[in-house]
């Protein structure tokens, strides 16, 4: 697998990882419901990466870093073939995983969906954008719940 499409991915895990990481209220209402928006963003690193099997399928895992703390541990189960390069990413934080689901442009940059979770992210829906930088992905995840 080329490091373009490696970096690509690994940026992936890290946004799925991220969404534990320094979550900020933006906060948003309707007549009916309250409705909270958050947003988390972080550099994804990949700390391992399987061997692609024929088909173009690795797994890997990532950490999700914010001011030099480890905020989130992550997985993805990537697929690349020569039109698409996808992930589905899980994110695990103290209060819940997260889950997305994102693929690649040409340029390398992200960008996906917020699929849902476990605790505190159970009916989670939002984006997920991320850009390579040295360190890996600069990840932003957007989400209400």
Do not use: W
């Not at 895992?61 to 914010?66: E, L, P, Q, Y």
């Not at 390579?132 to 957007?142: L, S």
């Amino acid at each position: 697998m080329s490091s373009k499409v490696k970096r690509f991915f690994l940026g992936a895990v890290a946004l799925s990882t991220s969404v534990a990481i320094g979550v900020v209220g933006l906060g948003g209402a309707t007549a009916t419901a309250s409705v909270k928006s958050h947003t988390i963003n972080f550099i994804a690193v990949t700390t391992s990466q399987s061997t692609p099997t024929k088909s173009g399928s690795f797994f890997e895992s990532i950490v999700a870093v914010t001011s030099s703390a480890t905020v989130s541990d992550g997985v993805l189960s990537c697929g690349a073939n020569p039109t698409t390069q996808g992930c589905a990413a899980a994110g695990a934080f103290a209060n819940g995983i997260l889950y997305t689901h994102f693929t690649f442009a040409s340029t390398g940059a992200l960008s996906g969906t917020v699929t849902g979770g476990t605790g505190a992210y159970a009916k989670a829906t939002g984006t997920v954008t991320g850009s390579p930088v040295a360190a890996g992905y600069e990840i932003t995840v957007v989400y209400t719940t």
